[in-house]
């Protein structure tokens, strides 16, 4: 089990992507953090507490359940314990950046785009992904990657977070 990210390269990752989208974005005015739940949410909120803590400013943070948007749901009759989505603030005329801990297939993050498209009309919507493992089904690239971990289909990427009651921080690749 190769452990291609640990706690220190998980900051060092975080940091950088903070000062990505502050470049691309020329500043924090106009940018809401997004994270799809549970990873995704953990990701959007380190972000904003980095940026906040650096004194670079203030940005709007949510979580975002994307089950009910998901185009492989396996049955309308069973729904699933899908949370309602209440950001607690507009996403309308702002730039929204959707943030998750993994990008495969890309349906969690046109899944994300469509359950965003329901709770507002923002300006643009930007993909930050910790990992890119390549493997798309449909026509998706992320803005901005931590890393690019080309993986086999038998493989994937274990995410850990202190968040989540997880152990240490960790991104590794497992065999199934």
Known sequence: MPVIM??????????????????RNEGFENVALVGVKRGGEVVARRLAALISGSGRGEVPCA????????????????LPDAERN???FSLDNKTVVLCDDVLHTGRSAVAGIEAIFRLGRPAKIQLLVLVDRGGRELPVRADYVGKNVPTAR???????FT???????SLTVIRR
């Open 163 to 169: 968040e989540l009651g997880q152990g240490a921080d």
């Open 86 to 88: 209440e950001p607690g």
């Open 6 to 23: 640990d706690a220190q390269g998980l900051a060092r990752t975080l940091r950088r992507l903070s000062h990505e989208i502050e470049e």
């Open 63 to 78: 979580g975002l359940d994307i089950t009910m948007a998901r185009d492989d749901l396996v049955s309308a009759f069973i």
């Open 154 to 160: 038998e493989e994937y990427i274990e995410v850990r």
